[in-house]
């Protein structure tokens, strides 16, 4: 497992919201979308598990990004020798649509590409693009199989909590106490406390996974308004 202690991954926007961690080991994917990272502090280990997401009707602006992200794969595999996968963590969509430079992470990508045996993965900052470079084969040629792991919501905005939901279901056995992050890139964010449907059904989720439990996990909610943690504006346990 690749411990990213070390590296810029706390800066990230899936890290922003969540205290300073002596340790953060990440752990894979729990489905195509969920992140899973085994944190520390001062000697008490967690989970945070994280997503980034996107409303399907914008989800154009999350392919316009796509395209700039694998145009920057093609142009490094043409550079690089050996086999590897790329596993994008975060990505601002509204952000970088139109500062972000292609040719930039290329390069990264081929520096660190130099660096990596046979196993090995390493962490690419670009901007607020982070990223996972794993070798799988020696080659004398380039390959980058690119996973974005990116969640396109498709259900109306009130029905948020099956979001929070599955995710927070994805976490009940692992390590406690659990954080979960999700970083919502929409425009229009899914989020509205203004709504009072879909804050009421938050609550009543809440209080169905929550009842009993002597771990209560945290929640955390980006957009482009910042970060709230639902759990505690909404649960009164």
């Not at 070390?6 to 992140?35: H, K, M, W, Y």
């Not at 693009?129 to 799988?136: E, S």
């Not at 890139?185 to 509205?192: A, K, T, V």
């Not at 169905?208 to 759990?231: C, H």
Request: charged share 25%.
């Amino acid at each position: 497992m690749l411990n990213l202690f070390e590296t810029e991954i706390q800066n990230s926007p899936l890290f922003s919201p969540l205290p300073r961690f002596d340790g953060v080991v990440f752990q894979g994917f729990l489905d195509e979308a969920i992140q899973h990272y085994e944190v520390s502090r001062e000697g008490q280990h967690c989970t945070v598990l994280g997503a980034t997401v996107i409303r399907k009707d914008e989800k154009f602006a999350w392919e316009a990004c796509e395209e700039l992200l694998e145009r920057s794969v093609k142009e490094a595999m043409l550079k690089m020798q050996g086999v590897y996968r790329y596993d994008l963590l975060s990505f601002d969509v509204h952000r970088e649509i139109n500062a972000f430079n292609f040719q930039d992470l290329s390069q990264l990508m081929v520096n660190h590409s130099r660096k990596l045996a046979v196993g090995q993965q390493g962490l690419i900052k670009y901007c607020s693009q982070y990223g996972l470079l794993q070798k799988l084969n020696d080659a004398n040629w380039g390959k980058i199989t690119f996973k974005a792991h990116v969640l396109v919501y498709d259900k109306d905005p009130v029905q948020l909590d099956l979001l929070i939901k599955k995710v927070l279901r994805k976490g009940k056995d692992l390590m406690s106490p659990l954080s979960v992050v999700l970083n919502d890139q929409s425009l229009s964010p899914i989020f509205d406390e203004h709504n009072a449907e879909q804050r009421q059904r938050l609550i009543i989720n809440f209080q169905k996974e929550f009842e009993g439990a002597t771990e209560i996990p945290e929640v955390y909610l980006n957009d482009k308004r910042g970060s709230r943690e639902l759990v505690s504006q909404l649960y009164q346990g």
